[in-house]
């Protein structure tokens, strides 16, 4: 049975240097509903950093934060400090495929070790009492049976309720993240027979989603979907979720609204020493499909990472838009 009222009923995929605090923010102007999803932190970063790498602001909730690791141990003592802190939900990576990835430890490789993923998710569930989940691909390399991928969710479902599930399968050497992102094929129909088959778990689909008329088709047979690059590269999509997914009856935020109310934030970030284009770079394709789009693009790139760059690159930016 589907899960209407599930909480991860749309979220935006965590994007290593995409989904930063200021991308949040700026997001949750569109969408007070959706689960928005913070980069891949690993565990031995958050204990050993020499400074924040939980801040983030309120106003961003429901934010869930993704960790990288292995370690059951490093993943508990963080998985503490994440709840502590007000976080919606810890996602622990198993979806990355990535060459640092690997190294580490991390990510997609850690489909083949199943009862080690159970170990670091029981561990994290232990302590804290806010949702563990885990996202992961339909397979990896030649790991890519169905068999493979119910055995997987067989052995971690004692700990975890909720699996955000990348439709694709991925290659741990050869391809690319990008790659990886684009050439092996999506198979959603096997997302689909998981919920069939394991439907008292919360199921989410995740890859190639771009319109809410694919969203709204995959929560059909899902709990969940996911959206990824197409949220961050055309944000105002978030526009219409709360009204067409979440049922909540709210004015639709316009893209030019939208900036408008992120002026204050700006401001304030400014005065606290954060560059403009760490802000804005997260706003650049806001305006597709409106007249001037392209110079405010432009205006933005050539003149927000100049020193002293304040809000008025902006303001003026703004002009150009009709």
């Known amino acids: 049975m589907l899960n209407p009222t599930y909480r991860g009923r749309f979220s935006v995929a965590p994007m290593l240097d995409w989904t930063t605090r200021h991308c949040r923010y700026f997001h949750r102007q569109f969408t007070q509903c959706s689960l928005l999803y913070t980069e891949m932190i690993t565990a031995p970063a958050i204990l050993h950093a020499k400074y924040d790498l939980l801040d983030y602001d309120p106003c961003e909730n429901p934010v869930a934060l993704q960790l990288g690791g292995s370690d059951p141990a490093q993943l508990a003592a963080c998985a503490k400090l994440v709840a502590d802190r007000g976080y919606a939900e810890i996602n622990l990576n198993v979806g990355c495929p990535s060459?640092?990835?690997?190294?580490?430890?991390?990510?997609?490789?850690?489909?083949?070790?199943?009862?080690?993923?159970?170990?670091?998710?029981?561990?994290?569930?232990?302590?804290?009492?806010?949702?563990?989940?885990?996202?992961?691909?339909?397979?990896?390399?030649q790991l890519d049976?169905?068999?493979?991928?119910?055995?997987?969710?067989?052995?971690?479902?004692p700990y975890c309720q909720d699996f955000i599930i990348h439709a694709r399968k991925a290659w741990l050497s050869g391809l690319s993240p990008k790659e990886n992102r684009e050439i092996p094929p999506l198979d959603y129909e096997?997302?689909?027979?998981?919920?069939?088959?394991?439907?008292?778990?919360?199921?989410?689909?995740?890859?190639?989603?771009?319109?809410l008329a694919e969203i709204k088709h995959h929560l059909q047979f899902v709990d969940g979907v996911m959206v990824g690059r197409e949220a961050y590269q055309n944000p105002s999509l978030l526009s219409e979720i709360d009204l067409q997914i979440f049922g909540q009856n709210q004015p639709l935020v316009t893209a030019r609204q939208a900036v408008e109310k992120m002026l204050p934030y700006i401001e304030q970030q400014l005065s606290?020493?954060?560059?403009?284009?760490?802000?804005?770079?997260?706003?650049?394709?806001v305006f597709q499909q409106c007249r001037g789009a392209r110079q405010w693009r432009r205006?933005?790139?050539?003149n927000a990472c100049k020193q002293g760059a304040g809000i008025e690159v902006v303001e003026q930016a703004l002009k150009f838009v009709t």
């Not at 049976?145 to 479902?157: A, G």
């Not at 096997?190 to 319109?211: A, C, E, W």
């Not at 606290?272 to 394709?285: A, D, E, F, P, S």
């Open 99 to 141: 060459d640092r990835v690997q190294n580490g430890m991390f990510g997609a490789c850690l489909m083949s070790k199943a009862e080690l993923v159970a170990q670091c998710v029981e561990a994290m569930a232990q302590v804290v009492k806010i949702p563990i989940t885990v996202k992961h691909r339909i397979g990896i390399d």
């Open 145 to 157: 049976s169905y068999e493979f991928l119910c055995d997987f969710i067989e052995k971690i479902q």
């Open 190 to 211: 096997r997302v689909y027979q998981l919920k069939r088959d394991f439907p008292h778990l919360n199921i989410s689909i995740n890859g190639g989603i771009k319109t």
């Open 272 to 285: 606290q020493g954060i560059y403009l284009n760490h802000i804005v770079r997260h706003m650049l394709g």
């Open 299 to 302: 205006h933005l790139s050539e």
